[in-house]
């Protein structure tokens, strides 16, 4: 059933978005605030949309296969999911389902990313093949977006690790139904609305603002080791931590190059690393 609706999208990349949306749509008598979770979902793929990442790959202005892998991944579990949790027989096929069922059951900002999250992880590890045919701007971005979910994620779920002394202030900061939708979209204020977009990195990094900068080098950069390993063990996913070797993110991407993972750092961004140093948390 989730395997049909999807394929009766794949060509239509506004009907996805359709799809992604009426996933948060549930019965009077079930709904416990589910619908403001699809806010974050939906200004993400609203990006993958503007930039024609979704498109059909045959077609004048060409999609992404790894995109579009990854988008189909978070439709169909998220669909087996919601079958399964309005009566439909079975169980789930993987993880990622049984945790976005347990969202449906019970949502939270800590169930939908850990659901959210576990789909993205599980694209991530299946299709790097795919990624690998990316060009160098779009593998080096494609990286960028897992390390701030996985992010986003502990800045709920693991509060101390992603602020430090000011753990207080995580949870609302990557609520989903809040503030996560500028992580995402901080993006769109450096890629253009096109694909692809070719090898040269510079004018993507010289275009980085200072709010993602900051976010990136000043307070992500140095936990970037304690982020993955957290989150390989959150997921239960031991092969995210194969996707950074030392502090540089290496999914299909040579752990040779690391020049663009370690800019030299804004002044905004060295006041971060010295207010909010990594802490040192037991396993």
């Known amino acids: 059933m989730a395997a049909a609706r999807v394929a009766a999208v794949r060509e ?3 009907g996805r978005l359709v799809l ?3 996933l948060y749509r549930v019965p009077a008598n079930f709904d416990r605030g589910h619908l403001p979770f699809r806010q ?4 993400f793929m609203g990006w993958q949309l503007r930039r024609g990442l979704l498109n059909p790959t045959d077609g004048p202005a060409a999609g992404s296969p790894w995109w579009r892998a990854m988008n189909e991944r978070l439709l169909r579990d998220g669909w087996e999911a919601r079958a399964l949790a309005f009566g439909h027989p079975g169980a789930p096929s993987s993880a990622a389902v049984a945790a976005a069922v347990e969202f449906i059951r019970r949502p939270s900002a800590q169930r ?3 659901a959210h999250n576990l789909s993205v992880v599980s694209a991530y590890l299946e ?5 690998s045919g990316e060009s160098r701007v779009e593998r080096f971005f494609i990286n960028l977006v897992l390390m701030r979910v996985l992010y986003a994620h502990a ?3 693991a509060p101390r690790l992603a602020l430090g002394w000011l753990a207080v202030a995580g949870r609302p900061l990557g609520d989903p139904r809040l503030g996560m939708t500028g992580i995402f979209l901080s993006l769109s204020r450096v890629l253009p609305d096109r694909y692809p977009l070719g090898d040269d990195l510079a004018p993507y990094l010289r275009a980085e603002h200072g709010v993602a900068h900051l976010l990136d080098v000043g307070v992500i950069q140095p936990r970037v080791e304690q982020l993955y390993d957290w989150s390989a063990r959150e997921l239960a996913v ?4 194969q996707l950074l070797d030392g502090q540089t993110p290496c999914y299909a ?3 040779g190059d690391q020049q663009p993972w370690h800019p030299a750092p804004s002044r905004p961004a060295r006041v971060a690393r010295a207010l909010l140093p990594p802490t040192r948390l037991t396993s």
Do not use: F
Request: hydrophobic content about 45%; overall charge positive; charged content about 20%.
């Open 253 to 255: 991407w040579p752990a």
């Open 12 to 14: 239509d990349p506004p």
């Open 40 to 43: 974050a979902a939906s200004a």
């Open 127 to 131: 299709h790097r093949q795919l990624a």
């Open 238 to 241: 031991p092969g995210l931590r």
């Open 155 to 157: 800045l709920v779920a």
């Open 112 to 114: 939908w990313y850990r």
């Open 20 to 22: 992604m949306r009426e």
